[in-house]
């Protein structure tokens, strides 16, 4: 008994002497799956190409897009489709929040500012949840014009690896509860009780803000990561050996999305965003960004909350030149503590064999392209 290969990839047994097509017309030993009248058999031994190609064993996490099967044309239509469909989904979720609010009564915010909606909590959420669209627009277009697992742009496993993920979170929230913690000291002891005016604005906002900012901001500082340390390191590193360019590119936009403030906030944030991509590249994934993100955030949120500054909270790119100080020495701290642990840890950071670390059905997806003509897996 032989083995003839199904056009969708599987491999059916039949009969070796069976006459498959006589005259382009399926004889009684035929298949039941073959192709209609006058279509040409499938060559003996023919492996239908998988659709997603994971990169080589081996590849660093900027790597991941190198999977043979994407060209000029391919990248370019990647950014275009990255670019096209973050616009849409900024705008679509702003129409959508301008509807809601509009439904509950919230009044648009005057002209001239930098809020949709006049309420501050409402506002921030909305614009949490556009930025937050950026996590299934990456997916997409890695997985439609590269080609490849989705998953390949959160770690070099394919996965999202939870274990890690809290391991670097645990280490995140407390070193920067010690640097926000250290900037309102110093703040104190330069301005006094003043650099900490405000108004507590009671118990039940307070609890709604810290529910929304704790639900919001994880997907929020995860699509960060996504297009920043994530495609965009990938993007430049299908076509060049070195991650840096990827790193120092990704880092200048990551910095100029922030918009234009004070110069020490646009070089806190450039500074921090080259830090976090090494990092990337040294754990092969965005775990540890995405943790020590996800904490600045929670926590600057959490502050100007409980201080009542929330209408008045800024963006990193107005950090004073304080915070520059600080991140000095606090970036690349928790860069090398958490590269540290990566590695006492076992944190890959190449791939391994993908078959045995992607999802099931992108595993055999990735497996089928190395698999001899006529020797189907068993």
């Not at 969708?8 to 799956?33: H, I, K, L, M, Y």
């Not at 995860?222 to 990938?234: D, K, M, P």
């Amino acid at each position: 008994m032989s083995e003839t290969p199904h056009p969708d990839g599987r491999f059916t047994p039949a009969d070796a002497n069976a006459q498959v097509w006589a005259d382009g017309n399926p004889s009684a030993g035929a298949a039941p799956w073959a192709p209609p009248q006058g279509r040409p058999a499938p060559p003996a031994g023919y492996v239908q190409p998988p659709a997603l190609v994971a990169a080589p064993a081996g590849s660093l996490y900027h790597e991941q897009a190198r999977n043979g099967r994407q060209g000029a044309l391919g990248r370019l239509g990647e950014v275009l489709l990255v670019t096209v469909l973050l616009a849409v989904g900024l705008i679509a979720v702003t129409v959508a929040g301008m509807a809601i609010g509009h439904a509950l009564g919230l009044k648009l915010a005057p002209d001239g500012g930098d809020r949709v909606l006049s309420d501050p909590l409402a506002d921030e959420a909305m614009g949490l949840v556009a930025l937050a669209v950026g996590i299934p627009v990456v997916l997409l277009a890695v997985r439609a014009c590269g080609r490849r697992p989705a998953g390949t742009v959160v770690s070099v496993l394919g996965r999202l690896r939870w274990r890690w993920l809290a391991r670097c979170a645990a280490v995140a929230f407390p070193l920067m509860a010690l640097q926000m913690g250290a900037l309102v000291l110093w703040g104190w002891v330069e301005d006094g009780p003043e650099s900490l005016a405000g108004e507590f604005p009671g118990w039940l906002p307070l609890l709604l803000g810290s529910a929304v900012f704790l639900g919001l901001v994880p997907f929020q500082a995860a699509a960060e990561e996504f297009v920043f340390r994530g495609w965009l390191a990938q993007f430049f590193g299908g076509f060049l050996r070195s991650p840096w360019p990827g790193i120092v590119v990704a880092s200048l936009l990551f910095a100029l999305a922030h918009g234009f403030g004070a110069w020490s906030g646009f070089a806190l944030l450039f500074y921090s965003a080259v830090w976090w991509g090494w990092l990337v590249i040294r754990t092969g994934g965005l775990e540890a960004v995405i943790a020590i993100h996800t904490a600045n955030n929670v926590l600057s949120y959490g502050t100007a909350l409980a201080l009542g500054q929330l209408a008045d909270s800024g963006t990193a790119a107005d950090a004073p030149w304080q915070a520059l100080v600080l991140e000095l020495v606090c970036a690349p701290a928790y860069c090398l503590l958490i590269s540290k642990l990566g590695a006492r840890y076992g944190v890959e950071s190449r791939s391994p064999d993908h078959q045995l670390t992607l999802p099931v059905r992108d595993a055999v997806r990735s497996a089928a392209s190395s698999w001899p003509a006529g020797t189907p897996p068993r």
